[in-house]
């Protein structure tokens, strides 16, 4: 079964509006996940790791006050994209990965903005 | 920083031929993983076969296998007996092997897309 769940699978939504997208670590704890973003035929682009208990770490280039990551819990990551515009329309990947162990991946959100 | 380049955009094949997709990194790392993943239309990531640089042997699983030149910095993988179900999106992909938050950051190629054809 999966080990990673991410929801929504697609959301559309209004220009302006604030969009949340859950991953959920289901077999184990996990410390550290990461949210990648992916362009259609494109390749798989870091964005942050979410670090729980603490703030998570960007990557170069991406607006923090744009791309929202909380991870309250050992099993629970969340991407809130605010005030969304058509550019951040994209397919949203998270992974999870346990140290010394595979790593695993949601099945991706895809966002429209209207 | 590490950079994972694939020249093959895209790559095409007959049924039950055999393909190599390319796929060459740049690292300072001497301890490190290689991956390559599958991406079918689902886009849902799969894991098709995982190097680790101190290994010396090429990984192999079933049809996929790799070959990991470490002082080149290449590792292409090779799909035999190739299947209509193989057609999808690969990815190579480095990963340092690193304790902590490190571990699990995934710096991904370009990308390449296969099609098998019948």
Known sequence: GAVVSQHPSRVICKSGTSVKIECRSLDFQATTMFWYRQFPKKSLMLMATSNEGSKATYEQGVEKDKFLINHASLTLSTLTVTSAHPEDSSFYICSVSRVGEKLFFGSGTQLSVL | ?118
């Open chain 2, 1 to 118: 920083a590490q950079t994972v380049t694939q020249s093959q955009p895209e790559m095409s094949v007959q049924e039950a031929e055999t393909v190599t997709l390319s796929c060459t990194y740049d690292t300072s790392e001497s301890n490190y993983y290689l991956f390559w993943y599958k991406q079918p239309p689902s886009r849902q990531m799969i894991l098709v076969i995982r190097q680790e640089a101190y290994k010396q042997q090429n990984a192999t699983e079933n049809r996929f296998s790799v070959n990991f030149q470490k002082a080149a910095k290449s590792f292409s993988l090779k799909i035999s007996d190739s299947q209509l179900g193989d057609t999808a999106m690969y990815f190579c992909a480095f990963m340092r092997m690193a304790g902590g938050t490190s571990y699990g950051k995934l710096t991904f190629g370009q990308g390449t897309i296969l099609t098998v054809h019948p």
